[in-house]
């Protein structure tokens, strides 16, 4: 998948009707549109991997 950054433009998102756009979709649709995003970023490869853990259960002494 290749992305066309020419096509792209930054607008604020309160400004913005993709809001309701976003919320009209279910749970499911959003994760797979984040995935879609993630991949276009980070590349294939890098993005179908899992999340890395930043929290660790460590005992008290």
């Given at each position: 998948m290749k992305l066309d950054?020419?096509?792209?433009?930054?607008?604020?998102?309160?400004d913005s009707h993709d809001?309701?756009?976003?919320?009209?979709?279910?749970?499911?649709?959003?994760?797979?549109?984040?995935?879609?995003?993630?991949?276009?970023?980070?590349?294939?490869?890098?993005?179908?991997?899992?999340?890395?853990?930043?929290?660790?259960?460590?005992?008290?002494?």
């Open positions: 950054r020419t096509k792209l433009s930054v607008v604020d998102f309160r809001k309701e756009y976003w919320m009209k979709l279910s749970p499911e649709g959003r994760l797979q549109a984040l995935q879609i995003h993630r991949q276009a970023a980070y590349g294939k490869p890098n993005a179908s991997g899992r999340l890395q853990r930043v929290l660790e259960i460590a005992e008290r002494t």
